[in-house]
């Protein structure tokens, strides 16, 4: 680790190594006789080490096409990309004419 966070050269085993992952503190779970609230303390410790250290990946989920978009302009769109990108890897007068027209 450099610095308090992860180094990317080091495998993850070796970063969590020096980490007390595999140690949490159930001392106090000493202290309860409920085997129902010993289940929820060790639960909610092992959920703040894992979160901590291996937080869940955010990411934006694309919401349905819009309704009036049918599928003759799906199609169009697609074709003016490809023909975009024909033209952007031959830059040629003809196949900017063909994606102009």
């Not at 000493?30 to 959920?47: P, R, V």
């Not at 199609?75 to 990309?81: L, T, W």
Request: aromatic residues 14%.
């Amino acid at each position: 680790m450099v610095g308090g966070k992860l180094d990317p050269n080091q495998s993850w085993t070796d970063q969590v190594s020096g980490l007390n992952l595999w140690v949490p503190p159930f001392l106090p779970s000493t202290f309860f006789f409920d085997i129902d609230d010993k289940q929820y303390l060790f639960e909610s410790l092992y959920l703040d080490i894992l979160n901590k250290h291996a937080p869940q990946r955010q990411a934006h989920i694309r919401g349905n096409q819009i309704p009036f978009m049918n599928e003759q302009w799906r199609k169009a769109i697609r074709h003016r990309n490809k023909l975009w990108k024909k033209f952007t890897h031959q830059r040629t007068d003809a196949n900017y004419a063909e994606y102009k027209k």
